[in-house]
């Protein structure tokens, strides 16, 4: 019996399990140039923690061979990782190095504007694991997934920068991005799950319109140049880099 997930979307991106509300391919974006990102090579997702039963054996289905965690060392000990099996490799790159909790975040703020700041302080400070992740999303590890906590931020502007380095349309790395509001739901259920005794102040959490994703490559442009010119001049990524990642990725 095949038991690879069935999506939920016409894109063919979104993919089903019980306890990950975030998971979905990254294939079938164009580039523009022409090229197809392929499916079944590159996913991202919410933490691999939650994998159990049923979603275990779908998540086998899928074949991955890498696994790319980008939480803190304290959010893993806390919460678990994915786990192991025969032909899994795992890697741990913590992208973030100034921990804030979003739910403390203040409802008076621009909520996009202070996750954009975030998002350039992970660019910034996350340069050596960043610049790692691409590297392996480059090199012959796939079927590979990435993510974090909840699939959003983390793990967003890793997509977007992987997506952008490809040669996908900004407005597509945009709406990528901004997929993630259809877990917000669900999301925000595993908080208040695992948080019972807690009030939250910021009633954002789980959030993620593209105006965030859209302020945040601003500013990487307005500071670099473009988001090319941030990954080659903070990231060191090469020219070979990039064509070695663009042969993995497209069609």
Known sequence: MNTTPTTTDG????IPFERLHNFRDLGGYRTTDGRTLRH???YRSDSLAKLQG???????????RTVVDLRYPWEIQAKGRVPESDGLTYLNLSVEHRPYDQA???PDLDPWRYLADRYTEVAHDGAEELRQAL??????????VFHCASGKDRTGLLAALVLTLAGVR?????????????????????WQAANPTRVMK???????????????????????????????????VTDDLIARLRAQLLN
Request: hydrophobic letters at 45%.
């Open 11 to 14: 894109s063919g991106r979104i």
């Open 40 to 42: 079944g090579r590159l």
């Open 54 to 64: 049923a979603d275990h054996d779908r998540f086998l289905a899928l074949g991955i």
């Open 104 to 106: 403390e975040i203040d």
């Open 135 to 144: 590297e392996v999303i480059a090199s012959d590890s796939a079927p590979l």
């Open 170 to 190: 900004e407005e597509d790395v945009l709406a990528d991005f901004a997929l993630t509001e259809l877990a917000t739901e669900r999301l925000l259920a595993d």
């Open 202 to 236: 910021w009633p954002g959490y789980g959030r993620a319109p593209a105006d965030i994703m859209r302020l945040f490559l601003d500013d990487l442009a307005a500071a670099h140049g473009s988001v090319h010119g941030y990954a080659a001049k903070h990231l060191g």
